[in-house]
């Protein structure tokens, strides 16, 4: 397996990086490393580490993207910036797949730009893997598409469907469409729309229809599609709800457990993995010709670790083949 990992990106520079990259090497024999970025600043930190040379390197790009600017502009003035040029290289199948930890909006934009699309994907979109009460779901998209059309949404739940079979080992996933309400009428007209068309898909046996906010870590669906806007915004409120929820808890539960202090903690430290994203490595942009991982900006050498283990288990469960098969299953149109 070979990635290409965006070296520069994330909160914390390059170091995060290059650790979380040395230790899925030394865990995997067959994978291939490609640190992309500033030469200057990686040389340095790679001469104080130990690491099997042969499977990694550098590769030079001039500059990044920071989190403070705006994708579009920033790329049109970094032309060889270091997400580019992991793009480039797996559009060359330098690389089998790209790993990053920068700016979620420059490394789908990034994406788009190259046009490396799976065939039959009308737009790749981003799915996270949910904690829930059964289990977990996984809702995508949370930020790639924002604005998708019907069309758009039914390929997600294709693509949705397989990763939650191939990755979480659900064997016949569930299909909701997020929306205001379970009725047929609510929502917009895309959003209707959507509904009639998911109806007559090649997985109307498994889909149930609208589900509400409310029902997403009920476990409800195994899978919730919605457009981009709506699943970013799930996402980025779920992750304040959960650092909220585990301070709280923290507290409250220490100091009524203060005798039992050490059971607390571990059981606490049980119950924050679940909701972890470090645990999880990064979300997969799913669509594209070949792999791309995208991590948390503020991601330690854990996540990219774990990034990388994602990476490639994507690879090896041959997700992309799944999802041109059955995107090629026909579709009838809206009547």
Request: with cysteine; aromatic share 4%; proline share 5%.
């Amino acid at each position: 397996m070979r990635i290409a990992l965006d070296a520069m990106g994330g909160d914390f520079g390059p170091q995060p990086n290059i650790d979380g990259a040395i230790a899925a090497l030394n865990e995997d024999s067959g994978l291939h490393v490609t640190l992309v970025g500033d030469v200057a600043s990686l040389q340095p930190l790679l001469m104080q580490a130990s690491y099997p040379a042969d499977r990694l390197k550098i590769h030079p790009a001039e500059g990044w993207v920071e989190m403070s600017e705006k994708p579009v502009e920033a790329l049109r003035k970094k032309p060889n910036c270091s997400i580019i040029v992991c793009w480039q290289l797996m559009a060359s199948k330098a690389v089998d797949a790209v790993v990053s930890a920068g700016h979620t909006g420059a490394v789908v934009a990034s994406g788009l730009r190259t046009r490396l699309f799976l065939k039959g994907v009308k737009r790749p979109g981003i799915a996270v893997a949910l904690p829930t009460i059964k289990g977990k779901t996984v809702l995508m998209d949370v930020g790639a598409n924002p604005g998708a059309r019907p069309e758009h949404l039914v390929q997600y739940g294709t693509m949705g469907s397989i990763y939650a079979r191939e990755m979480l080992g659900i064997e016949q996933p569930t299909v909701g469409l997020m929306n205001i309400g379970s009725e047929d009428g609510k929502g917009t007209d895309d959003v209707r729309d959507s509904l009639a068309l998911f109806e007559k898909s090649p997985f109307r046996d498994r889909f149930i229809g609208n589900v509400e906010g409310r029902d997403l870590y009920s476990g409800t669906a195994d899978v919730v599609i919605c457009e981009g806007f709506v699943g970013n915004v799930l996402l980025k409120a779920a992750e304040g709800m959960v650092d909220m929820f585990m301070q709280t808890v923290t507290t409250e539960v220490l100091g009524v457990l203060e005798k039992e202090r050490p059971l607390a903690v571990q059981a606490l430290n049980e119950l924050s993995k679940r909701f972890e994203y470090h645990e999880a490595g990064g979300a997969p942009l799913l669509g594209v010709d070949g792999v791309a991982i995208i991590c948390h900006g503020s991601s330690n050498s854990r996540s990219i670790f774990n990034a990388l283990r994602v990476a490639t288990t994507l690879k090896n469960r041959q997700i992309n083949e799944q999802i041109i098969h059955e995107l090629s299953l026909p579709i009838p149109a809206i009547s």
